[in-house]
């Protein structure tokens, strides 16, 4: 019978996705069949599943960690945000369409349905399933039809670890403060607590540690030291993206205010001829760039005025006469083009607005959704590439003659008549290594990294940092099997 058991955290970007992750690792190495879980998830980094779904990129690389293909029952309710009051609502992998926070809070019909669902069907087949909570439980203005903490615990009767992110400050606050707003039936569910992102000697804090158990009366379950190779594995939250130092080879990416899918720049950073430098707004982009790639975009034309707004478009016009290179994905092919024409507001607002005009090409936003797995390969010399593509606009036009990329018998993508400037839907394309090696060569730098085997390798090191410093056996044995009847969501 498969076992449960949740991270919940003090506050967002504690560190429980990569907690999650590790344990995967962890448990699959110790025999278990393992599932991550997160019932609702917020994020414009988006993995497409093998069946054509969605659900959140960090729920993905605990998939890849416990050695399973990812599905979109580990992620059922996925909110992607359009505007600063808006996002668009994916249930079990698909669109259901765009809801206004107010709106979306205070109807969430059939979500907990959904997750609940979902997580019994992964359940079936694994050993344990490890849950994930989001942003914090203590938020008590949040609790009523609450899915994504303790709704979610109550309801599937699942146990729950509290983890706390010792790097922000104030810890032991974190963690006996959310104890002193959590309700009577919230508490029950807490079974410990766990320490994360500790700088120093590890002895310094026994007295903190031993302080919060002494108020809480919850084991402690360790205290993680900060793990230093976190960098190299995929980001999710768009705060977790960085600039990163390597070589000669610098690749200029403007921080686009909706960024979407930005796992393209993880094999980029992690070459170490390759510096990726991420350019915040009110900066000007650097003129000594090699590359100035224009990522994906989860509001493409709102995305292109935030561009315009801080000059940026002026910026990538003079790299361009300087001879430098440009690459647009998804979104970002889409802003090289002379039009984007979104009549239904499929994408973000309505509106028809004229693009940066570095290709001949004109996008409209229509038609259903695409989200799919795809394997491509180079239009001139058929190096092989996998990728994912998941956008709702098509793009025409005469640069479209000159497509570098081919999907089948399907010609993908457009270039500018000097070649210097690219565009394609495809994303992922830049974890191929044969693909990524033939792309820094036109630039003039040469790649012999293999970075899937490297995402591999840092998870194994992730698993073994766990294994040093949390308490596996206790958490396992805090496990409980997965309840064949819920509590009344309604409740």
């Known amino acids: 019978m498969a076992r449960s058991i949740m991270i919940q955290g003090t506050g967002s970007n504690v560190g429980k996705s990569l907690l999650v992750a590790g344990l995967a690792r962890a448990f699959v190495r110790r025999g278990l069949s393992v599932a991550p879980f997160k019932p609702q998830n917020m994020s414009n980094n988006a993995a497409v599943t093998p069946e054509g779904g969605e659900i959140g990129r960090a729920q993905a690389l605990q998939a890849r960690a416990a050695m399973r293909a990812p599905h979109t029952d580990m992620n059922p309710v996925l909110l992607k945000p359009e505007t600063e009051t ?44 490890l849950i994930e909570g989001a942003g914090s439980p203590a938020e008590t203005n949040l ?35 959310t104890q002193a707003v959590l309700d009577d039936q919230d508490l029950d569910r ?10 120093g000697d590890l002895t310094l804090f026994d007295g903190g540690r031993d302080d919060i158990v002494k108020r809480t009366g919850w084991p402690c379950l360790g205290v993680v030291p900060w793990f230093n190779d976190a960098w190299r594995l995929p980001a999710e939250d768009m705060m977790d993206i960085a600039s990163h130092a390597g070589g000669a080879c610098k690749i200029v990416v403007p921080q686009l205010e909706r960024m979407a899918n930005f796992d393209d720049l993880d094999p980029l950073s992690a070459e170490p001829d390759v510096t990726v430098e991420i350019v915040p707004p009110g900066r000007a982009l650097p003129g000594d760039a090699a590359l100035v790639l224009i990522p994906g975009s989860k509001s493409t034309i709102g995305d292109l005025a935030f561009l315009r707004a801080q000059g940026w478009d002026v910026d990538i016009h003079a790299h361009v006469r300087r001879g430098g290179h440009v690459l647009g994905i998804c979104g970002g092919y889409q802003m090289l083009g002379k039009t984007i024409d979104d009549p239904d507001g499929v994408d973000g607002r309505p509106g028809k607005v004229d693009g940066l005009g570095l290709l001949d090409v004109h996008t409209v936003m229509a038609g259903e959704k695409k989200v799919t797995l795809t394997e491509a390969q180079l239009m001139d010399d058929a190096v092989p590439l996998s990728g994912y593509e998941i956008h709702m606009g098509r793009t025409q036009g005469p640069d479209c003659n000159r497509a570098w990329l081919r999907v089948g018998d399907r010609p ?23 693909f990524r090696a033939r792309f820094l060569a036109e630039l003039g730098f040469e790649s012999d990294l293999l970075y899937e ?25 805090l496990a409980q099997p997965v309840a064949d009847q819920v509590a009344d969501p309604s409740e």
């Open 190 to 199: 807490v079974v410990g607590f766990a320490v994360n992102r500790f700088r």
């Open 453 to 477: 085997d490297g995402v591999d390798a840092v998870l194994d090191q992730l698993a073994d940092h766990l294994e040093c410093y949390l308490d596996l056996d206790q958490l396992l044995s």
């Open 143 to 177: 609790r009523k039809g609450d899915i994504a903490n303790m709704g979610f615990a109550c309801a599937a009767q699942v146990p729950v670890v509290l983890v706390g992110d010792i790097h922000r400050g104030g810890v032991i606050a974190q963690i006996v403060g």
């Open 412 to 434: 993908e993508g457009a270039a500018s008549p000097s070649g210097r400037v690219k565009g394609a839907y495809l994303h992922g394309l830049f974890s191929s290594d044969a």
């Open 86 to 129: 808006g996002a668009q609502v994916i249930v079990q992998g698909k669109r259901r369409g765009t809801r206004e926070a107010g709106s979306f809070m205070r109807d969430k019909t059939g979500l907990l349905e959904a997750a609940l669902e979902s997580f019994h069907r992964l359940a079936q087949d694994v050993d344990l399933v």
